[in-house]
């Protein structure tokens, strides 16, 4: 009998940033299966160490509990996973990382289980939209147990590509993004919703403070109630360069000028010097020192659920916020002003009828999604969320109960399909081709001492000073 029938189910969550451990994790207690009676579940979190690795305020904000969380290397993880016998076993194991990752830790997974009996059932997936390298990534995702597809799309192109090259797509499930939830969308202050329905049940946002503790009084109304609030979701790496960025600032701005009676918030993911998961060299805390916004515009960070709260409309070029606005049935705009284009992933948007410009939308105009549109990409506005990881819970069940255990974990990259390329995807992360540490890997038998964190924290600052101060200097005397 597997662990999870005589003790409370163990599930260990490793993931390479603050994003990948939101969805790791709350992708982890969805997909559990049903115990007897109220089951224990126990949590432990591995952060990935690395560039991406999420700083105590971002864990924070990501607000995902764990019974444990601890920075690892790679090898330090596997050595874990090596050591996890017994009463001390996992269940199941999320990897939430980048492809790269992902197919590094099946290879040296696999040489550690190789001579197990059981194992825990080996999950991964994407943590929003899928909208570039979809062959890449997917292919350095293949030979886990279940690879998790956030929508009927997603899971119908996944299955092509697997198909497509040989391999097996047995692991593909339909699930939906596990962070969407919250309130409806009940109208505009003051006014009414699509429906006609009144819009006093809006949850006001009254007393609520930004991140640095100070009234956002700014923009309200003098009734007392909530101001029509526009929220512009900014990307890390979406537009990559200073002229498109700081023109998607200057629109905004013009916004609330135009709109001195709203509430226009630009909500960030990071601080200056922290890392998401992709790396943002020009962050918009920089550009708008620069900028001379009014009194009702301001900068937020926090939970995107909570921002959501008090959203009348969300702007964004790409984001997942999108869906996650779509799914409250909040007016949700996907820009145009830079173009339709791969490169800025709102090409993904092609049919939602979500696009529109800044031009439109200071007009007054509000986009209406397309329903099949939004069905098709696991949104479930019009229900259905509950049921959405249904099919994943059943599969995870069924593997932990085989009779005879889990066969060894075969992605389709080996060194018979890929000798060129996989050596280097497991080098970068201390491997060798047979999944071994490679020699002077870095792997610490204890945990690191004060000079050494001392050390870790200046090289890891060293770096992110170089993406966001030195890179751009440098690339602009390129172009001189």
């Not at 939101?22 to 982890?28: D, F, H, M, N, V």
């Not at 001390?88 to 040296?108: F, K, N, P, R």
């Not at 009144?198 to 700014?218: A, F, K, L, T, V």
């Not at 075969?410 to 280097?424: E, H, M």
Request: charged share 25%.
């Amino acid at each position: 009998m597997p662990a999870s029938a005589t003790k409370a189910l163990r599930v260990a969550v490793l993931a390479d940033s603050d994003t990948r451990w939101k969805w790791g994790a709350l992708t982890a207690t969805r997909i559990l299966p049903d115990g007897p009676g109220e089951a224990e579940i126990r949590l432990d979190g591995y952060l990935l160490r690395g560039r991406a690795t999420p700083t105590a305020r971002q864990l924070r904000e990501v607000g995902v509990s764990a019974d444990s969380l601890r920075e690892v290397t790679a090898v330090e993880f596997l050595r874990a996973m090596d050591g996890a016998r017994g009463e001390e076993s996992y269940d199941v194991l999320v990897l939430a990382l980048v492809g790269g990752g992902v197919q590094a830790m099946l290879h040296g997974l696999g040489r550690v289980w190789q001579d197990r009996a059981e194992r825990p059932v080996v999950v991964t997936g994407y943590v929003g939209v899928v909208y570039e390298k979809l062959a890449d990534g997917l292919l350095l995702r293949h030979g886990a147990d279940l690879v998790l597809a956030n929508s009927r799309q997603d899971a119908d192109r996944f299955r092509a590509v697997y198909e497509g090259v040989g391999a097996d797509a047995a692991a593909v499930t339909e699930v939906a993004l596990p962070f969407l939830g919250g309130a409806a969308y009940a109208g505009e202050p003051g006014g009414t919703d699509g429906d006609g329905r009144d819009g006093e049940g809006r949850r006001d946002g009254e007393g609520r403070r930004d991140d640095e503790g100070r009234q956002g009084g700014e923009g309200r109304q003098d009734d007392g109630g909530r101001a029509h609030t526009v929220v512009f979701a900014a990307q890390p790496s979406v537009p990559d360069n200073r002229a498109d960025r700081t023109y998607l600032l200057d629109r905004l701005i013009r916004h609330a000028r135009l709109h001195p009676e709203r509430e226009v918030l630009l909500k960030l993911r990071s601080r200056p010097g922290e890392h998401t998961t992709h790396i943002e060299e020009l962050p918009y805390q920089k550009l708008v020192q620069r900028a001379d916004p009014p009194a009702n515009f301001r900068l937020v960070y926090g939970h995107m659920g909570e921002v959501l709260d008090r959203t009348d409309l969300l702007v964004t070029v790409s984001s997942t916020a999108a869906l996650e606005s779509l799914h409250r049935r909040i007016p949700t705009v996907v820009l145009s002003d830079l173009g339709v284009r791969e490169a800025l992933g709102n090409h993904h948007f092609v049919g939602s009828g979500c696009l529109a410009s800044w031009d439109q939308l200071d007009a007054g105009h509000r986009p209406a999604p397309d329903p099949e549109w939004v069905a098709r990409q696991g949104v479930a506005a019009d229900g259905g969320y509950d049921t959405a990881f249904d099919a994943a819970r059943g599969r995870v069940a069924a593997l932990l109960t085989r009779p005879d255990g889990l066969p060894p974990l075969a992605p389709y990259y080996s060194l018979v399909t890929a000798p060129g390329y996989l050596p280097r995807i497991l080098a970068r992360h201390h491997l060798a081709p047979d999944g071994t540490p490679l020699p002077g890997a870095p792997a610490a038998e204890r945990p690191p001492g004060p000079v050494r964190q001392v050390v870790r924290r200046a090289a890891r600052g060293a770096y992110r000073h170089g993406v966001q101060r030195v890179a751009p200097v440098i690339r602009r005397m390129g172009e001189l």
